[in-house]
């Protein structure tokens, strides 16, 4: 029951945070692709800002794999596998879906001719830091 448990945390961590990616990417894409008609010119700025929601699934996998090695080399117990990957992996998932929202905002103020670009950045590491304290959390967890 308890390497159950570990399996299902191990793959909580690693699911979320790539769901949590992929719904923040898809909604800063949304976005740019709607501001590539009004300003094409600023692509470069809208690939930036959409692919930032992506570093989430980073930390999930690292997550995943720093959690997989603690728990095939002992030093953690299913339990405490699944209950780190269960609230990492929320937190993470949340962090990547709120800074999408961030980062789409960030994209139509620039494609409404604003200097935002360099201000969303800093808005949007908001959230990635709680995405960081997550996968820190995951891996001082013994």
Known sequence: MEQVLAYLGLGLVLALAGIGSSIGTTIAGNAAEGALKRKPESSGSYLLLSALPSTQGIYGFVAFLVMMGKYT?????????????????????????RQGQVCANGIVGVSQGHNVVTNTLIYAALPEFYAILCLVGAILAH
């Open 73 to 97: 080399g002992g030093t953690l117990s299913g339990w405490i596998c699944f209950g780190v990957g269960l609230a990492a992996g929320v937190g993470i998932l949340i962090s990547g879906i």
